[in-house]
């Protein structure tokens, strides 16, 4: 017997209102477009701009101005579609969440994670993933392999700013890498510069746990920089993942000659202090990185066969009825990597 099945028409969803203000409530779902989807959210995971906005209200230059469902890492499954969306119901997912206008210049030639008038989920005011339902451009759902399990799937997104910084860093076989800062981000980066082929990879941060993770998950050294001095000399990739500008300005003095310093984390709108003469006087690059272009294809595949060990990143899990103290935990306990909200489970 044939059952027919209705799409719903609100979702239950984490709604920002002001900093520290976070609202589970019910939001209107509208129709599907052509090529849209709609995805049962299955995990979304918790990032560092998620914590900002909650925190702050504001995340860099962008304000929150009117309420705003949080969220950008998500997976879980198709179940409904557009009329000429080509990703049938039933597929399991990874979500891209910013992936550009599509018609700019910039979009066109293919660096879209650039592209200066389009959205991301999460990004206020555009609404994100903190939700129980999702509608998205098909494009923007990446079908997941067999061997990633769904809950992992809101991972993939972290690996991809991951891999993304990599390519960026342009690490090739035999290189020696730094990496400023363990959290999430530096430990994906780790994992993902190894599997490009770095031969040394040195992560500092000043907290011990994260710094035993990052050595468990490929790390060569590591260096409590609060502890103690950072003496290290010919270093061919630097990638500042820590969002401090010190330990930019640190790392840049590990490099040798005509090398390349690649900032991923979060910069300050100003950074004083850059040695701009030293970089000019040895050729050494300072480029950056912004999300992701085509990566999620790479993350995947990563993910799939292990290289990168994303359950080893997942650190704890959470109702969609308590995703503050979700959006608190990484702060109230630093041990934390990367917890996900489930807005499918129940309190307990």
Not at 305 to 315: H, K, P, S, Y
């Amino acid at each position: 017997m044939k059952v027919d099945f209705s799409p719903p028409t609100t979702a239950r969803a984490a709604v920002l209102h002001s900093a520290g203000d976070l609202r589970i409530q019910e939001v209107p779902l509208r129709h599907l477009g052509p090529d849209e989807v709609l995805v049962a959210i299955d995990a979304v995971g918790v990032c560092g701009s998620d914590m900002h906005y909650f925190a702050t209200g504001r995340n860099g230059s962008n304000v929150l101005r009117q309420p705003t469902v949080l969220g950008h890492e998500a997976s879980g499954t198709v179940v409904a579609t557009g009329s000429s969306a080509a990703v049938p119901p039933g597929t399991r997912v990874a979500v891209e969440p910013a992936v550009g206008c599509g018609t700019c210049s910039t979009c066109r030639s293919g660096r879209y994670n650039l592209c200066p008038v389009g959205h991301c989920f999460g990004s206020p005011p555009t609404h994100g993933t903190l939700t129980t339902h999702l509608i998205a451009p098909s494009r923007a759902v990446h079908p997941l392999p067999d061997a990633v399990p769904l809950e992992l799937g809101a991972l993939v997104e972290p690996l991809a700013v991951a891999v993304w910084a990599v390519r960026r860093a342009e690490v090739a076989f035999g290189d020696r890498v730094l990496i400023t800062g363990a959290g999430p981000i530096g430990i994906l980066c780790c994992q993902v510069a190894r599997a490009a082929g770095a031969v040394e990879v040195t992560v500092t941060d000043v907290n011990d746990a994260r710094l035993e993770q990052a050595r468990k998950l490929g790390a060569t050294s590591t260096v409590n920089t609060a502890q103690e001095d950072l003496e290290l000399a010919g270093v061919d990739r630097l990638l500042e993942c820590s969002a401090h500008p010190a330990a930019l300005r640190q790392g840049v003095h590990t490099l040798r000659p005509g090398a390349r310093a690649t900032v991923v984390g979060q910069a300050s709108s100003s950074a004083d202090g850059i040695p701009l003469a030293l970089l000019q006087r040895f050729e050494i690059d300072l480029v950056c990185a912004f999300r992701y272009a085509h990566a999620f294809p790479t993350a995947l595949a990563l993910a799939a066969d292990r290289t990168v060990d994303l359950a080893a990143v997942l650190t704890g899990r959470f109702p969609l009825e308590q995703a503050a103290e979700a959006l608190r935990a990484p702060a109230a306990d630093p041990a934390h990597l990367k917890v996900v909200v489930r807005p499918g489970d129940t309190p307990r």
